[in-house]
């Protein structure tokens, strides 16, 4: 029927005219909150409405509080409104109450006196935080009435900001710096420490031939012109201002020659420098990181802080002047390394004497912040794999304490703390090799160093008797033929094809077979439990180990190639390291430690992830690896010292049909006896080492770390 509006259109209005309602009725509940001056803050409305002098006082020092500094001046007497201009007024309030950082300003009450019924005085209590802690006293202030129908208003001195306080008197904050804390290893060897610097600088009023003598400092620096300049241009600086330009490494050692990424020093440059008139230097204390490339993805580094840390970070003792650590230990143990700042309050006369302290804290030292890092392990692994793309884990497999970690290739932290230049930092940013990815951290594929877990996985499942023999199969196989041309190769036959044997000659076509046997949903189950898809219990945090890209293993031929670490199997190295603890501790994965303890006991994160019988299964084979003359670790074989490991190499493809893909290289290698008297487990992964030798180029790397660490055993 025409016109008639239909049953649901008629809800549909309902509901509109109902929405519109409750916004209307919105928008007039904050009118009203708007327009109710009770909810307004009482500084803005009180002062005009009060007539008590003790109301005033109160609103006075809520303004003090709020910053409302004009306000102040509106309530004061025209007799101190004659002695004090409004602009002095503002100059000297603002600038003491912002200066000492003055917050919860509040007052109570004592007395109040009235002479007569033109003035009053009140007697109160002041207490305030401020930078250097709490401040409370004592004080007095005095109403006058303007004639009868006038108001009280306050008669100004100086001493109501404080008592002491006269008109010539300041208020002096010092700051005591606190001395950030250090960076020490397992030895006690600074890992990022403190050492002295050169700034230079110039005296704008002393230079001479400007322009030129500009040129020519900013070419000895490696900086440009305009750079310079522009430190010259700030608006504090004076004609007799030490304008601090650059800080270098330090220029008082004798016939230095030092590349920096910001400044390359050659002997002479300091003389080249002074002779410049205009020029300073003075010595400046710097961060310093001693081990420069080798430990700078651990450290990482501080830098100033900027205004958004400032806002990130309130009350927690920050200044324009400070530095936070930006990355790495630094980042990580901020809180212990920064200290607190002391300052002191001080009322000062005339004669630059201290009058009052007005309040004071004592500043407190970052402490020392002790690794478990050896310091000599992290550079013999940086200096073996300095031209890879490599990252090392080291770990004691009796306590789980990290002994290393090291990404190459990599940067130098003091660069940061020199200043970056615009060509080093693009040079690392466009480097091919990414200095500035910290490969520890990330999930690789680990190709065959990931098949003594899925062994672990066959024997706890019950699927896997290790000395049954699976068959020798040659070198390429395939389940049946619904897997159409896809084959699985393997570089050595293995024969009799047992677990030890596979393990030893690193059979993939075994180790597809066994996934294949365990199946999908129960190595799913086992790689949970081994801690996968987990977050691992590290100061440092690193990404979480993966089977699979949506989380299930969905097909045979996935899961097979799982069973030798390829498919969809990424792991993060500091993982994998802490999953070959399980095979030395009788089946429990320790929990890896960070922080030095002399009395450090292991913990255990995964409790018995497999049986002590199936660990000894495993652990037996992997020495074999080492040991035997077949094995693929061999080359690290030790006569005096019993070692256990696993090789890997992994393919990455773009697809299964690429040729040209790269490898990586994997070894993991540990002290097999429990009583070594220098207990270690090195994992360690290299990029690109097809046609180098694949993993046994990582071996031979790992070998000679082994030498040097041993060389210096107890």
């Known amino acids: ?115 007569n019924s033109y003035s009053a005085v009140i007697s109160y209590k002041t207490v305030m935080d401020s930078i250097a802690g709490k401040i409370a006293f004592q004080n007095t202030a005095v109403f006058t009435k303007n004639g009868q129908s006038g108001g009280y208003k306050l008669v100004w001195k100086d001493n109501l900001i404080f008592p002491d306080l006269e008109p010539d008197y300041k208020v002096k904050v010092t700051k005591q710096e606190a001395k950030r804390g250090v960076v020490v290893d397992r030895n006690g060897k600074e890992l990022a420490g403190w050492t002295t610097a050169s700034s230079v600088g110039i005296i704008p009023g002393k230079l001479e031939e400007g322009n030129k003598s500009i040129q020519k400092f900013a070419k000895l620096l490696g900086m440009s012109k305009k750079a310079v300049i ?143 890092i050896d310091a000599e392990l992290q550079k013999a692994l940086y200096k073996s794999f300095q031209d890879d793309k490599s990252c090392s884990v080291a770990i004691n497999p009796c306590t789980g304490e990290v002994l290393a970690l090291t990404s190459t290739p990599s940067f130098d932290s003091n660069d940061f703390i020199y200043g970056m230049s615009e060509k080093l930092w693009t040079s690392l940013n466009k480097d091919k090799k990414k200095p500035l990815y910290n490969r520890f951290r990330q999930k690789l594929c680990p190709g065959s160093a990931f098949k003594p877990v899925i062994a672990a996985a066959g024997l706890e499942t019950g699927v896997l008797n290790p000395e049954e023999d699976f068959g020798n199969e040659g070198l390429s196989w395939q389940k049946d033929k619904s897997w159409g041309g896809y084959y699985i190769t393997t570089l050595h036959e293995t024969n009799p094809a047992n677990l030890k044997n596979a393990l030893i000659n690193s059979d993939n076509i075994y180790f597809a077979k066994l996934a294949l046997r ?82 450090k006991k292991p913990e255990t994160w995964i409790k018995q992830a497999f049986s002590k019988e199936n660990a000894d299964i495993i652990r037996d084979a992997l020495e074999g690896t080492v040991s035997s003359e077949h094995g693929t670790g061999h080359a690290a074989y030790m006569e005096d010292i019993l070692l256990a490991g696993k090789t890997g190499t992994a393919e990455i493809k773009a697809s299964k049909e690429d040729v040209k893909g790269t490898e990586l290289g994997w070894f993991c290698v540990f002290t097999a006896n429990k009583n070594s008297n220098k207990p270690i487990l090195i994992l360690s992964m290299a990029e690109d080492v097809k046609g180098r030798g694949g993993s046994g180029y990582v071996v031979k790397k790992d070998r000679n770390v082994l030498e040097e660490y041993f060389k210096n055993a107890d």
């Open 518 to 599: 365990i199946g999908s949903k129960n190595l799913e189950k086992s790689l949970l439990q081994f801690g996968f898809c987990k977050k691992l219990p590290f100061e440092i945090s690193v990404s979480e180990s993966q089977f699979s890209n949506n989380g299930s293993i969905e097909t045979e031929i996935q899961l097979a190639d799982s069973g030798y670490g390829q498919g969809q199997v990424l792991v993060n190295p500091v993982h994998l390291a802490l999953l070959y603890t399980g095979f030395f501790n009788d089946g429990n994965i320790l929990k890896p430690s960070l922080l030095y303890n002399e009395e």
């Open 230 to 372: 522009k430190k010259l241009s700030q608006k504090w600086v004076k004609n007799d201002s030490f304008v601090p330009v650059k800080t270098i490494p330090e220029l008082s050692l004798p016939g230095l020659v030092l590349e920096s990424g910001s400044v390359s020093m050659k002997a002479g440059l300091k003389e080249k420098l002074l002779k410049i008139p205009g020029v300073m230097i003075t010595d400046v204390k710097v961060r310093n990181y001693p081990l420069g490339k080798a430990a700078s993805h651990l450290t990482g580094y501080v830098q100033g802080v900027t205004a958004e840390d400032l806002q990130n970070h309130p009350g927690e003792g920050y200044s324009a002047s400070s530095i936070i650590g930006r990355s790495g230990i630094e980042a990580l143990y901020e809180s212990e390394l920064k200290g607190q700042d002391g300052y002191k309050i001080s009322i000062m006369d005339s004669a630059g004497k201290v009058v009052t302290v007005l309040a004071e804290t004592v500043k407190i030292d970052g402490q020392t912040v002790k690794l478990t």
């Open 1 to 115: 029927m025409k016109g008639r509006i239909s049953k649901r259109n008629r809800k549909t209005i309902l509901v509109v005219i109902l929405i519109m309602a409750l916004l209307t009725f919105a928008l007039l509940a904050i009118c009203k909150l708007l327009q109710d001056k009770s909810l307004v803050p009482d500084f803005i409305t009180d002062a005009a409405k009060a007539d008590k002098p003790e109301d005033l006082l109160q609103i006075y020092m809520s303004y003090a509080g709020a910053g409302h500094f004009d306000k102040m001046y509106e309530m004061l007497a025209d007799e101190s409104k004659e002695h004090i201009s409004y602009d002095d007024f503002l100059k000297r309030n603002k600038n003491i109450y912002n200066g000492i950082e003055a917050d919860n300003i509040s007052i109570q009450i004592a007395n109040v006196r009235k002479n």
